[in-house]
């Protein structure tokens, strides 16, 4: 299967029925994904941490709800993180492109990339590591432990990932 | 009239229904004034009050009241945009527009000088916009209330704070109180 189409058919069979997005290049095609599913309704936000705070409402409102971002993101959204999704123990998938990685064009991009898991790990989110398309297969199981345990879990999905940035 | 007489006349009006409030004073304040499991206080993260009481509007029926401030918005601008273009009928947004930054020590702000908060949710696509004195403010709730229209209030009032304790509850009591009473509503 297409691997945006087996991700958001992994977002369906978890019940995932709202998902806010933040829009990253190689993201394009799981977020287009999204938009036509049927099943989920698709919010795009203009920053991460309002679609994190939409996310929080909708699951207070009996809705399950995941973020598509960049890990640019990360930056933005620690306070977020913590005192709202944390605080108040909420569920969050955060599936993020993890920009600055092998194969990335665009030097400042490596800036963010360096801190990005120091990041996460200081702020105690698990966090999972896509880089061959098979290690897809953990994203049901990912996805599930986030439910059970009302945590942000982050998936890192690289450049290998989604098959690099074309020729360079 | 200050914001805590606004959410005094308010509290009657907005009693029996799913509140998402404000950090800081407003929170407090609400607290104080009508405690109450569909409230939910937020404890930290200054302006997403309107976001996530218009995720709670999307993922379910019943009617939510997001109580923010002028300066809240203006941290959160980008959510004007996406409250227009996400029509939530059962969404009420009341922007409590006292020109400052009142937990903070009433710091003035641009809310308070040149910047229509009115005109910018229209600008943005918010379709039905009311700017109201604080005096009108509980009765333009109630009209909104009764109207089934997504609605955004902007409701000038006076800077100026009184004496409030702070929050102790739990953050995940006031969550999971506030999800069982949403829950229970809807059933």
């Known amino acids: 299967m ?3 189409k087996k991700i958001v058919a992994d977002f369906v069979n978890n019940d995932i029925e709202l998902v ?3 829009p990253c290049k190689q993201l394009a095609g799981v977020i287009d994904e999204i938009d036509a599913c049927k099943d989920i309704y698709h919010i795009p936000s203009n920053k ?5 705070g939409i996310c929080a409402g909708a699951f207070m409102g009996g809705k399950r709800s995941a973020i598509i971002m960049q890990n640019t993101a990360i930056g933005v959204t620690v ?3 913590v005192t709202l999704t944390q605080f108040y123990r909420m569920p969050l998938p955060m599936l993020i492109s993890y920009r600055g990685e092998l194969k990335e064009p665009v030097a400042c991009q490596v800036e963010m990339a360096v801190h990005t898991k120091a990041l ?3 702020l105690h989110i698990p966090t999972y590591h896509f880089h061959q398309q098979s290690d897809a297969e953990e994203l049901d199981t990912i996805l599930k432990y986030t439910f059970m345990c009302n945590k942000p879990v982050a998936i890192l999905t690289d450049a290998t990932f989604w098959g690099g940035y074309g020729d360079q | 009239m200050i914001r805590s007489d606004v959410l005094k006349e308010l509290v009657p009006v ?3 229904q799913f509140v998402v409030c404000n950090i800081g004073l407003p929170s407090q304040e609400l607290h104080m004034l009508d405690d109450q499991p569909t409230n939910f206080y937020m404890l930290g993260t200054m302006g997403l009050a ?3 009481g218009l995720g709670v509007a999307l993922a379910q029926d019943k009617k939510v009241i997001s109580i923010d401030g002028d300066g809240s918005v203006l941290t959160n601008f980008g959510t004007l945009p996406t409250i227009a273009n996400n029509v939530a009928d059962n969404f ?4 409590i527009d006292n020109g400052s930054y009142g937990s903070t020590g009433d710091q003035p702000t641009y809310a308070g000088k040149k910047t229509s908060l009115a005109a910018v949710a229209k600008a943005c696509g918010c379709e039905t916009v009311i700017e109201c004195q604080a005096e009108d403010c509980a009765d333009v709730m109630r009209e909104a209330i009764a109207g089934d229209k997504m609605t955004i209030i902007v409701c000038k009032c006076e800077s100026g704070n009184i004496k409030v304790p702070v929050i102790t509850k739990d953050p995940v009591v006031i969550r999971d109180r506030f999800m069982t009473a949403i829950r229970e509503a809807n059933t």
Not at chain 1, 48 to 52: K, S, Y
Not at chain 2, 92 to 95: A, D, N
């Open chain 1, 20 to 22: 806010t997005t933040v």
């Open chain 1, 120 to 122: 996460l790990n200081q």
């Open chain 1, 2 to 4: 297409d691997i945006d």
């Open chain 2, 14 to 16: 907005i009693s029996d």
């Open chain 2, 92 to 95: 009420i947004l009341l922007i």
């Open chain 1, 79 to 81: 306070n977020t993180l």
């Open chain 1, 48 to 52: 991460e941490d309002e679609g994190i």
């Open chain 2, 50 to 52: 309107s976001s996530i």
